[in-house]
């Protein structure tokens, strides 16, 4: 009698037909496994790399340098400077006041943004799909107009011989306009003439075309979240404010914590609404991207300059995003 259990032991013929082995296909590739997701991410990197790295590494390299239309024609090489051109730009009381005016505006349209964001996006999860939608593709058009176009806009909005806002503010009753500005009437009133209504025009041209992002960012966000957890709420008798103190901000904070990173960079470097709304003979109205471009293209040009600034905006902002993603993983840890 046969043994078959020594058969299928010994590797000849396997007493369960059905259970045989296939055979490894090779790969085409020829590469392994592990490296195939780092091989297609090459492409995209050597994209960033042309389009964000090389001209970053170009910036850094001639804000150590003389560079000005001698050296632009090609006539003569750049010199090497050292760290004067940063000297120079810390030592200027412009630089200061630029950064000051960065920092007041970012610290103030951020917050705005965010708020009258996250309000419209709760606005709009509570509305009916079609009314939702409706609303979603009237903010959106705000969100779509270019930087220049939005300052055009606002820039006729307030001029002072026909602008709207002023033959608006002079429709109140003189007696109501006393009350609440100081003044009756509003004829002729320069608000782009002083840093501080040139900022005010700044800060409602950003956040009227900034927040149509965040409220479909936070859109998308509460469509993630369970209905579930808000029948809870209702049922315990949860308010407003309360269920989205407790539910909603917690589960969104991912949402809030890139929406707050993107607000910050985009408002920190806005150059072409200021362009246009203040142009570059004033000053005091300068922030930080306008003195970039003035220094570096100005007459006499000096891109040496220039660069420094725009260096030491990408090193502040790196230092603020970087603090503020520290402080939420530290919260989320916590």
Known sequence: MTDTSTLSRGGGHSSTPGR?????R??????????????LLIPGLLVIGALLLWPLIQMVIISFQKVGLVQISGKKPATWLGLENYTNVLD?????????NTVVFAAVAVPLTLVLGTAVGVLLHRLGKKMSLFVII?????????????????????????????????????????????RADWTGQPWLNDAWSIYMVLIICVVW????????????????????????ARVDGSGPWRTFRKIT???????????TVLSIIWDFKVFAQLYVLAGTSNREAYNLSMYAVTEAFKAPPKMGSGAA???VLTVILLIVTAAYIRQMFK???V
């Open 331 to 333: 919260q989320e840890e």
């Open 249 to 259: 901000f917690p589960l969104l904070k991912p949402v809030f914590a890139v929406l």
């Open 92 to 100: 200027n009381d412009i630089f200061w006041s630029s950064l000051r």
């Open 20 to 24: 045989r082995r296939a055979p490894r």
């Open 309 to 311: 600034i725009a260096v």
């Open 209 to 232: 075309a900034s927040f149509p992002f965040i409220a479909v960012s936070v859109l998308a966000g509460l469509k993630g979240i369970p209905a579930e957890l808000y029948e809870a």
């Open 138 to 182: 009237g903010i959106m058009f705000a969100w779509a107009v270019p930087p220049v176009a939005q300052g055009v806009i606002w820039r006729w909005l307030f001029d002072a011989e026909a602008g709207v806002i002023n033959w608006a503010l002079n429709l109140l009753p003189d007696w109501l306009s006393s009350a609440l500005f100081g």
């Open 26 to 39: 090779a790969r085409a590739s020829g590469l392994p496994a592990w490296s195939i997701p780092y091989v």
